[in-house]
């Protein structure tokens, strides 16, 4: 059984490494069975070092030992201990080389950790803990050394071979095969180690850095995608100056290159001069790639650029550490899309993930905080709490600093811990001592899990012309945790007129107004703010750009939410305000639909879509954005039991109805945003197609055959891939004879392009039609997919298992037993997409008990099984643990 090392790691057993690493020399030697690996590493006793013994215990994994030598001396069997995890030579000096051989089979390698095939391509991914399955070695991010890399192999299979740094030389050797020799002149954690070796072409170009450095910039992809690098090469020169510009940042070494793979468990990988990429975040080209791709590929490429400071440079002393580097680079690359695009559109894009994804998280069974305390599986914690929510904790110290003073303190962060593997801790005291501020109680925010509620009331009172508005947070118990002490939440708000101007805002203990917009600072469990000089009751704009990660309960009424909508000065509001009438219209409607009353459309939400939509002059993106519903997911996360059939049917319902009242207009927004060609990706043609394949999505809800003509007109004339994918998702939903024409015409066109075809698996395995779970499973048997593959099992199995809500929680459970059947096949495979995968049930308690039964079977079965990984295991064993609180 896998699960025997199923041990918990807790931050609060952290020591310090015995030894350090001040050298790696590295030979891998690429045969065509199997690798072997020499590594000759230079060790010394770490001053700061407990232990007592001299004992070094190397990690190892996988790994088949050849040779062992100490100082060139080879160690006899008694002098050092192998087992299946670890190497230990108990009696070491206090200096000393020691050199190993391994023979390790990359080939055989399904879970895409450490060194391993992807095509007919070798590459390498060793964040957290893959190198251990590379080499013997202190696998841990605190152990920072200098690396040289030798690589060999077959100069005609594997004419391009590249390793962390510069090429320091290249030579032919006998038999065919040629070696190179990289040389990386910074220390970095070996999890930053990477190699590559393949028959790839590059896209080069070139970046002059901010003092004059001229830096070469390469792509490597497969021949097939050389005319597919141009947008992701842009979008590094753009990432490039951002960073210079905003941080003051520059490139450190004389070459930076991006490989594109087709087998990645993630996005990409930020590995010092050398980040490997899933090719779904590099190749783009108008007709094979979405407007959505684009961006974000011009996201990661930023963001695993940006890691080559906050992360390489700056790295995390421990695993529990990793939002020092995850939250700080996803606060930096959200601000280079603002940057790069429309800001208001970003932080909506940004919040509803948040909302959908970590709220979620943080009222389940796999909470925990943004600096978790412990952990079975590292690779199961990079999630969205580290993640996502770390950038709104890095997002509320800007705030609450301001630009001058934020900056001020990410210079004094790279100025003082360059080099160096710090805490999150050490993050938060530069932002204390750059400005001078106690940010004590705000360092909860990593300790502390569970999403904050904010309940506000709001009094005005005539005689005194003041506003008073009253804040009670609490948060909710999470597992571990209970009676949670009150955050540091910044909390930004302006108070409108009734034309919706912004008025003046001076407290009750201040001489004279202080502007019109604030950033209040709660720190107390109830806490009131008095503001004074006020000729009528205004409506107040509360957690403006969403300044906290909390849930805001504020009681507006429905002409303050469409007064809002319309009128609000901060776009993220006037968003919000929409979602927030939506939000009550279905929730009524699910009511009256669980209390068998006939639906009824209210004429409020009508008012305000037809509103929006005959505002000539409304930012397109935005517009967009106020005319989606909420999802089923977030439906479902405001109900005590999930609904599944109710909010399904109701939304649906809605949608329809919405389409039908608004018909014209929805067909006029479609004709006036006609495609223009040629495609452009600017963010005013990305609106418009956005914009106009939303009204399209409405009005094929009315099951016209006229419409669906249009569609499928649309479909086959499109020049570019986002107005394809509109037309044929919104075919694939309907019950028309263009569906199948469709979607075959598109299997025919495009079966040569995985990446293409990831989107024909996802659109059919989204589909709200009959019978989508049967034809979910034939699509498994097509020549295109693959479970080796993770792009397309999570095309496939992850878009039916977590986007087509009614579909996966059918009553009669075959959607759960689909989900565990594809969890006990995957994990033999690849663990970590496994654990991806039964994590998608993990809020079964929210369901009503017919459900809570079916996915509690499926996660016995899976526990059942005798050679379940660590990963799925703690998934699955968290899952089922007593809730603490689920909402
Ligand atoms: N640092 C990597 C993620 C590694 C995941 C390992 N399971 C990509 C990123 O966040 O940039
Ligand atoms: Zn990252």
Known sequence: MRTKNAKTIHLKDYRPPDYLIDEVELVINLQDE????????????????????????????????????LDDQPLGKEAYQVDERSLTVPNVPERFTLTTQVVIYPQQNTNLEGLYRSGGLYCTQCEAEGF?????????????ARFSTTITASQTDYPVMLANGNCVDERELEDGRHQVSWKDPFPKPCYLFAMVAGNLQFQQDCYTTCSGREVDLRIYVEPENIDKCG??????????????????????????????????NMGAMENKGLNIFNSKYVLARADTATDSDYQGIEGVIAHEYFHNWTGNRITCRDWFQLSLKEGLTVFRDQEFSSDMGSRGVKRIEDVRLLRNHQFAED??????????????????????TVYEKGAEVVRMQANLLGPGLFRKATDLYFQRHDGEAVTTDDFVR??????????????LWYSQSGTPVLEVEAEYKVQQSSYRLRFRQHCPDTPG??????????????LLNSEGRELQLQLRNEAEPQGTRRLLELSEADQQFTIVGLDEKPVPSLLRGFSAPVKLRYPATDEELMFLMARDTDPFNRWDASQALAQRTLLNLVADYRAGKTLELAEGLVKAFETALSNETADKALL????????????GDQMEVVDVEAIHHVREWLRHALASRLRQRLLAVYQQNGSQSPYDIDPVSIARRRLRNLALDYLMQLHEPEIHKLCFEQFEKADNMTDVMAALSSLA??????????????????????LVMDKWFAVQANSRLPGTLQRVRALMNHAAFSLRNPNKVRSLIGVFCSMNISAFHKIDGSGYAFLADQVITLDRLNPQIAARMMRIMSRWRRYDDQRQALMHAQFERVLSHSEISKDVYEIASKSLAEAADDQ
């Open 34 to 69: 199997s690798t072997h690996v020499t590594s000759r590493l230079h060790i010394r006793k770490n001053p700061a070092s407990e232990a007592i013994k001299p004992e070094l215990k190397l990690d190892g994994e996988a790994l088949q030992l050849q040779n062992i030598e």
């Open 132 to 144: 251990r399955r590379i080499t013997y070695y202190l696998d841990r991010p605190d152990v920072m």
């Open 231 to 264: 947008h992701a090469m842009s979008s590094l020169k753009k990432a490039m100056a951002w960073d210079e510009a905003q941080y003051g940042r520059e490139y450190d070494l004389d070459i930076y290159m991006i490989v594109a793979v087709n087998d990645f």
């Open 363 to 384: 009222a389940g069974p796999m909470a925990h905080p943004v600096r978790p305390d412990s952990y079975i599986e590292i690779n199961n914690f990079y999630t969205v």
């Open 430 to 443: 530069c932002m204390e001592d750059a400005s001078g501020r106690d940010l004590s109680q705000f360092r």
């Open 481 to 494: 945790q209970q009676n949670k002490k009150p955050f540091h939440i910044p909390l930004e708000i302006a």
């Open 624 to 635: 967009s954005e106020v005319l989606q519903l909420p999802g089923e997911s977030t439906l």
């Open 733 to 754: 939903n309907t019950d028309c004879p263009e569906r199948d024409l469709a979607l075959a015409a598109f299997e025919k066109q495009w079966i040569g392009e995985p």
